[in-house]
Every structure is written in C-alpha cells, then in structure tokens.
C-alpha cells in the first residue's frame, strides 16, 4: 500500500502516522520529495482500512498494491482447486457442464430433464426450487418441494444436485444438495455468504451484475474466511448498455478469474446472454478460454416453463450440443 | 402488451393463443398485416410472465406498454405518499436530512453526533450497526450493541433512529428502530423484502448500484405486495465507467421515481460521491430537483471513523450545510 | 508518478532505469522494501508515456498521481476562466442560458425561436446546421444554408449564435458563429480539436458518452495545447444502463470538473434526458449545483421537429422556465 | 414500427395520423381497446423519425420492430460478404490475422515485425500512422512518413496493409493501403465514414467504446449507403466499470453481428484487454465463437514502443500463438 501525503502535510504529522503504522506490525518505507512525501507501507496490509487512511487529512490519495484477498489468491495457493461433487471433479482442467431446468416444476418435468441430460453428458443437474424473481407476482418457485422433487431426480440418475439458496433460513431443507448456488442478486449479501462459510458443502458463486472482478473474489472470501474453501466461480454476465443480449458476458472475466484466483471458475451462457441460439458459441468460446465448466438451462417444454424459458435448450439442442462440447474440449486439452 | 408474431406462425396456432390470452380474463386486439401480426393484450398484463411468451416459437418479441407495479404506480395512487416517523413528515413536499454516523462506534460518539445534528436541524438520526463491508477483513459493525448505542441517542435527543438490517434473523433487535434501511447491496434480496413487507414499520430502500428505476419499483413492490406500504425510495449513485467520484449519483431518477411512483425520494450525496466536499452541491441539486430528503454522513472525528470516514462531514460543515439546506428548501417551496 | 518494480527486477535493471528518468530531467525516490522496490518520479511527468513504462519487463505497476493535463488545470490556473461572447460572460460566477432548436429549418422557424428565446432572457442562441444523426437515412441538417439562416436570425436578434462542427472542411462556413461546438461523437475527434486549437474562437466541447471526467479534460487541452483557451466543457449525459432516460445525466461532473479545472462548465439537460418535463428540474439542479450555464433546446412546433423535437420545450415553456432560472441564479448567489 | 396512441387522442387526431403514414406509402393496422389504440406500421420505416414521432401529443411511445439498417441486414443479404484484399479472403468462414504494431516508427522497426509476422502466417500487416493518443502530448505517429514505411514493408513482404485515418483531408495518402480503419473514437464520426463510403477499398470499422451493436452496423450502414459496401466489423471492447482489463471484450457480439449482418465480423483482443496474456485466450475463444479474424498487436521490443507496447506480443509470442490459431480455426472448421 502507498499512502501519498498532501504537500501541506507537516513533519511532525507524518511521523506520528507512520508511527501508527509500524504498531501495526507494518514496515514503512518513506519517500520524500519536494513535492510529494510517499509512504510505503510492507506487510500484511489486508486489514488496513483504504477509506479511513484516506480521510485523514494529511493524506492525498491512498493506493493499494497487494491484492485484498488471501483465501482466494493464487498467490498464496498456486496449483488450482479441484471441488468433487459425486464423481464429477470441478477446476484443475476438467471441464464440467451443470444442466437442468430454471425452476423445478414437476416430478415429470425434472426427472425427464435429469435423464436426457445425463444422457448427453451432464454431470450435474441443476433446477430452481428458490427464484429470485424481479416480479413479486412472478412465480416464486416450488421451494422445499423442489428440492424434494430435485432430490428424487437425484436418487432416479445418480447426478448430484445444485440450487439456490435465498435464505439461511431454509437452509434445512438443503441437506441432499450437493452444490448451494449463490445467485448473483445475493453476491454481497454477506450474512448469507458468512453463513455458508460455516458449511463443508461446495458453493457456486455468481457474480453480481455490477460487481468488479475483486468484489467477486472478496465474496468468495467471505466464504472462504469461515473455513469453506470449496467456492466455484460463475460468471453470468455484467449490466451495461448493450441491450441486445441480457447482460454482457465477460468473457475476459475467465483467464482472470484463473489468474488471480486457484478457485475453478465457470460460465453459465444462458443467464448471460438470455438467447437460446447464443449457448452454443459462448459455451464454445468459453472452452476455449480456459474454463472449467458451464451451466445450461435445458427445459424439456421451453414455452410452457414458469421462468425464463426463453432462454433454455430443448433437450435435443442440448444433446447436439454435448457432442461438440466433448469434442471441443478434448481438442483444447491438447493444443 | 404487444405481442409481435413471427411471419411462420400459422393462423392456428394464432388462434390457440389467442384463446389463452382471454382464457387469462384478458381482451385481444389482433392486427394482422402482410408480414407482421400483433396482438394487443388489454387488461391487468402485470402476472404474464413476458419471458415464457417470448420464448414461444411463434412468438418474435415481446414488448411491455404498462408498468410491471401497481401499488408503487402512482396512476394508481395520484397524490403523494406521506411517511411519519416521529414529528417528521417524509414526502409531499417536506424535505427531511437524516444524518449521522457510518457506523455506530461508541456511546460517546453516537451521542455526541446525535446532538450535534439535531442541534443542525436533522430530523432523523442514522448509524450502521451492521454494516456490509466488500471485505470480510473489516469491521463489520456493533450489531445489536449498535443498536442499543442508537437508542440511547434516541432517548438522549429524541431523534428517531434509521439502521440497515442485513438478515431479517436479526429482525428482533429492531424493535426500537423507527426506519429500517435495505441497503443497495440488498435491493434485490427477495426473502428480505417479503419479510419486512410484513411489517408495520418504514422501510427506507436504497437503489441497487446496478438497478434500474423499474427494478428499484418493483423491489418496493416486493414489500407493497405484503401489506407494507411505508417505503421510502434512496437513491445512492449507479455503478458507471466513471472513477472520480465513487459513484455516478443519477439526479434525473429523482424526477423520474417522483413521475412514476408517489412515494417518497431521498438521496444519499455521501455514498454516492464518495468525497465530502460533494455533499453540498449535491445535497442543494437534490432539493431543486424535487427530492423529499438527504441522507448525510457525519461523524465527530472522521479520520478517526471504523468506517467510511473519508466521505463524512465534520458537525461544523453539516451545521454550515444545513443553514443552506433550510434556506433552499423554503425557496424552492415558493418558486 | 510511482513505478512499482516486480519483485524479479534485478538492482542493475532498476539502476538502469532511475538513470533514464533522471536523463529526462525527473528527480527519483526509491524506496526499496523486501518485497517492492517503488520508485516516486517527481518533475513534469505529462510527458510519459504510462503504457511503455508499464511495458517493460521489470514493472509491475505505474501509478499517475500528477493529473495530465496542464492548460486545462486550475491548480495552474486557480481563477475561474471567463469566456466573453457578445455581451455575455460565460463563466466565473455568471449563469448562461444558450436555447434554440435542434436543428435549424426555415427562416421562419429560427427567427421565430431566436426572437422568443431572446424575449425570455436566453443569452445565446443555438440551432444546428450540421446534424450527427446515427441514421444515414435521417435529416442531416441544412448545412451551410443553416449557417446562413442563423446569422439571419442573429441580426435580426443581436444574440451570439452557437452551431456544431462535424469536419474541418466547413470551417469556411463558420466566420460569422460565435461559439463552435463539438459535439460528443466528436470529443476524440483530435485531428478537428488540433485544429480548432488554432482558431481565436470560443468552443463548445461536449462531453463524449463514455469518456470519463479524464479524458474530457484531456480532449479541453488538446485544443488549449495548440493556443486557443476558450473553451467550454458542457456534460451532456452519459451512457449506462439506465433506460427511461436517455443517458445519465452526471450532476456531479460539475462541480467536479470546477475543482479540477478553470474551464466554465454547462450542462445539456435536453439531449441528456431527451424528456422535456426533465428539463425544468435538471436545469435548476445544476443552477444549484454550480454550473455556469444550461443549453436548452426550443422549438416552435415540436412535433414538427425534423429532429429531436421529442425533447424541445415550446417557447412557452422555456419561458415560465427562464423566470424561475432566473429567480434561482440569483437565489444561489447570495446563498 | 408501432405506434401506441395515449388514452386522451381524440379519433380525429388518430385518423390525421394515420391518413399522413398511408401518404408515406405505409400501410396502417389499427387496433383499438378500451384504454389504448396501436397502430402497426407496415411498409419501409427506416426513414420515420422515431423522435419526431413520439414528440406527438397523442403519442404515448413507438417502438420500432424492423431494424433501422438495411445494406448492412442479413435478412436482406442472405450469404456472407467475402472481402478479398491480396490473396487474403475476410468473411465467408476465413480465418484472417492481422498483425503489426500499434505504431510504425522506423523502417527497421515495421519490416522486422513484417517479416516476422508474415513468417507466422499473418495475412495482412498492420501499423499506426496516425495515431489517436488521449493526450496532446503524447506520440501523435509518423503520419505521411509512417504510411510510406508501411508501403516499404508491404513491397519487402507482399503483405497487404491495414491503418487508420482520423481525417479525410489526408486521404491522398492512404492511395497504396488496401484496408482503411476507422477508430473507435470515429465510429460515429458521420462525415468521414460519408466520404469513405465513396471509395471503392475495404473499410474495417471499429466499434465505438459505448456504441450499441444496432448503432455500429448503423454507422457501416452510413459507409455502405454511400456505395462502399466493403466493410469489415470490428470489435475492440466496450467500456464498463470493470477495471482490470482495459476495456470489456463483447465477446456475444461475435455471434450477434454475425446473426444480424453478411459483414465479416473480426475482433481486437489487444486493445479490447490491453494485456499481452490475455490475447491468446480471447483469440481463441473468438474463433470459437465464429469470428472472422482477430487483429493483434507485435511489437519486435514491447518496452521501446511509442505507444501501447504494454499489450503487445513479442514476434516469438506470436508465433506460438499462430500455431494454435491455425489449429483451432481447422478444428472449428471440421466441428
């Protein structure tokens, strides 16, 4: 962390602060010129607080240097993070596809979803039982039934099961879930994140709209920082102008996700873009990218489905896709 | 709602949806050209679910006319919303500063600012007693002792009391908060809201750094719909390119929530600058722009502060503020 | 400007490098810690290329502290510049109104306009000639014929005409306009700024939808850099992803760039909101706020328009808006 | 194009609406509710005036539904525009690298990097001549000189040359290169793509920092309207609030622009991320997302270039890369 003092900054000043921060177990390394005086500040600098440094009023401007996360950085954690849920290994250059529906609707519905995208391939099945819905007067989602129904489709192909989680109050009724989606509405909703971090149960974390690529990983951090290191990273899409897709997908956002972080990170393309005709290239591109996997809404019935059918596969589409994702894949391994 | 029909779509499948619409209580209006077919559906569109009939295949777009929220709408509701809490008044043309502290601290702190705002003429006093922080590393509030802090302030000046809640488990220890605060990181934390619709007791709601003016209504609906209609709507800055300040506050989304929905509009010039010397400019724009109120930061010792110290006031520059405040306020009445 | 060094960077190659800076005349603090070696350059650092130092191989990181603009920068320059046109005095505490129609159209129309405008106080009239229009197929403006058409008006009126350049070739057309404006497709548009740096004639330079505060300072010193000081910065909206206006208009881009900068600033509330009931509230708001002037479109006939006419005010309207205008300026300054 | 009328238009009103679409040759499909009329327009649009349309006092709002652009419109153009410049083919499922540095700065320099590229299997070669810098102060580029180097090297390799023009008035010099870029900064820089439009010589067109993909096939609708329908799409990022890459690859453009137009579509993952690293990855996912090409930055001493040697590949880098490229783009070809 450099800490650059205003100009009007007096001597006696600047030594009671950098005396402040050598109790602190910081080393300072102080830089005087004519203009400028910099402090240069060495050590474990995360629990330093940017904001109050720089209101105090001999500081000009505050600029941090080492990276606020720990858990997270790969720094600190330099060969990737591997998750296992059921058979299926999450990071470490395995790449894994989560399918399934939106939101859980029906025992037919899931179960017939479930076998047709274990059939092309998935390892995971997702489905929405808790929605997060703009609209109060949207379908809200099954709740515990759906994780009962989730859990029978579970029991039927042998796929573990990921879902959202919107409360810690429901959390109970999470005990067969394998993997607890965090959805992006709730990245910074920190007593949730705390709350998780208490679990041995892997979490899937999804970037908030708005959020920078270090907010995303000082969420995953706070789970982190209660003991629960098992976080996947999911990118889904950022808000900006462009109104032709749903939001953004930053792609940019996988090799540096990767770079900075040993967490696996993965990409869910239908949220991103919201056009069912856009998962194939995105999902492609994202292979190539380097990420460890991707998520698919695939709904058996698009137009009759309760939320957001507009943007899922058909099971077939899907299938077709499954075969160019093993290939591709395959074909990235090697290059 | 206008539903635009693809050119392949066939008049029985037009029929067949048609039919549905009206099934649903609704009136259709077709329209049909040599390449285009429109339905106009008239009636209460707001349960459609717009992304299950776009995703229809004979279905090209889908466009909304009517706004997705009722009890916010002020078409349903012309005259302005008026909140008391204690003698103050917001809405209808009072103009009401809330100020205090980012965080609750100490009892002497709390305190201190308390009488020092209210001697400046703030009609609310505020303080974080659980605060979101990006970092799981900072101080992350007093929690309930905060609160107990607050109400000793409460009691010492009289000043009723405004502090964010982050986990509606912690909804106990705010018997004696007059306005509980939704903060921006929370806008769309659905489980929240529905619990806080129950209440009889304002909720003050901050605009999501990524929200747009339809979803900030419609998360105000969210607790509407529950019985709950003591919101108070915050705007706090969006999230843009621009790094200067922290934030971009959006003063046109005073005007606009003030078109659209009859309650109550604050600003909050110290979170969405970032810098205390823009809290006056932005605090006298708010009031010619037609806002019901500001929400400031002010601490005793900001240098000193646990928490966001750079963007508050010192008592003495909010006392100089409020003298202006008080006298914009009166002209812009009389313009 | 700080350097900081990657911890790879060996003692020869950052001794090579200080020699360098200090061949361009740069003092150099080094301060070397056990894990970073920083490196505070002090002198004139505009000069520096930030990308090629950040390039190189033993850098990890450049910081700029000094801002890189000069002529634009009140820290050179603390009085407020102040723009003489015609009789009015742009800048320095003076509040400036400059209204007219998007576009100009027939004799009629801007000599009708210019007359009411005049009659309510505006102290300059706009009107374009040149139209940027995001359609090929739509009106591109009369062109020279509307140059000749504003003059008309201008003698007719005595008010100092304002009218967008798009190329350097018509600058022939330009003699007898006032102000030149660069509109925001244009503000890196540096081949035209370079050239109207050389002109004696005041310049409008909107800002550009996504440039930051930066950049649009930057774009100001392109044109002060070649010896023409008369420009006025005019925020004009930005782009987000807010959709019920049509751009953000950035209320706090005025008094930040008053503190950054000597430049007169107005704001655009017509094209930034692109809703004429916005105008009155955002006009007012940047009275309040500091500005030294508002451009307001107005037009006899709106729905007429060829252009833009969506947000005209009708003379009408300008002119209840113009007695509060005034009432406020005034207001403002003895506040 | 639809029309939604308010609730107070009176039919007469309504009627001399329509009656003045039917005399622009527009049929009018009426659909009248209880609380709103709609008028479908059918015929060709693109020359209404949205704006004008909606400043109507009986116009509620009107929302376009066929796409402003026609030249540029698949629907209009079926089959993919194939570019040939050289032996090289753009469009059409060719694979094309441009390469180069970002500025030409001496005849060693460009035909080191020339050879070297070529010896990759780079198809064309680019190199800035004149250069759009932020700063006023910074490298402005070789102009004229740096255009007769790039012929230099162009006549050592046979390579085909690719550089940018900020203004027309040097158009004299750009006789011997075969492809001419227009800046993001450009985009919308309506008089220069008018006069491009009159070449016959392929235009590679980048994409604006905050332009929508409808207003940049809009402005390759402005070059194409004009007779040049050689233009080349190129996306370089958009601007957004994430801050660790430079700008925000629209990586869904690829596949979008591809959907909406026969344009060969490119993209710029140099400037897009301004990270070196970062240009592999997003080079391959952008041929897994169905682009036509990618343009890159070489730099034969990334530390010594005049301008943005930070994100430019070393030759070496290169050419590790073009070996995956070429790999890739066969094995995409064969999925």
């Given amino acids: 962390m450099i800490v650059i003092m205003k100009q009007s900054a007096e001597q006696e ?73 059921g058979s299926a290994k999450i990071g470490g250059g395995n790449f894994q596809v989560i399918a399934g529906p939106c939101s859980v609707e029906t025992p037919q519905q899931i179960c017939q979803v479930a076998q047709a995208v274990k059939a092309s391939g ?8 808790f929605k997060p819905r703009t609209s109060p007067y949207a379908f809200q989602g099954l709740r515990g039934e759906g994780i009962s129904l989730l859990s029978q489709a579970k029991k039927e192909t042998g796929l573990p099961i990921v879902t959202e989680i919107m409360s810690y109050e429901d959390i109970d009724l999470f005990d067969d879930v394998d993997v607890i989606q965090v959805g992006a509405r709730n990245m910074q909703n920190f007593e949730l994140l705390k709350q998780l971090g208490k679990l041995d149960k892997p ?41 032709k897709t749903r939001n953004t997908l930053d792609m940019s956002a996988v090799p540096m996700l990767k770079k900075l972080s040993h967490l696996p990170v993965m990409i869910d393309p239908s949220h991103a873009t919201g056009i069912p005709w856009m998962v194939e290239p995105m999902t492609l591109a994202a292979i190539a990218a380097g990420a460890d996997g991707v998520m698919i809404e695939v709904h058996n019935d698009p137009p009759k489905a309760l939320c957001d059918g507009a943007q899922s596969l058909r099971p077939e589409q899907f299938d077709s896709l499954m075969k160019k994702v093993q290939k591709t894949a395959e074909f990235f391994k090697t290059l």
Same sequence: chains 1, 2, 3, 4.
């Fill in 13 to 85: 000043q600047i030594d009671k602060l950098k005396k402040e921060f050598e109790e602190m177990g910081l080393q300072i390394h102080l830089s005087q010129g004519v203009n400028t005086t910099l402090m240069g500040l060495v050590g474990d600098t995360t629990k330093i607080d940017i904001g109050k440094v720089a209101s105090m009023d001999i500081v000009e401007e505050v600029k941090r240097i080492q990276e606020p996360y720990k858990k997270a950085n790969r720094k600190f954690h330099p060969q990737d993070t591997v998750i296992e849920v």
């Fill in 122 to 129: 998935a390892s995971l099945l997702r489905g929405g039982a």
């Fill in 203 to 243: 979490i899937l974390l999804k970037r908030g709209m708005s959020a920078t690529i270090e907010e995303f990983l000082m969420s995953a951090e706070y789970i982190m920082a209660q003991g629960n290191e098992k976080v996947i990273l999911c990118e889904r899409g950022i808000r900006t102008f462009e109104t």
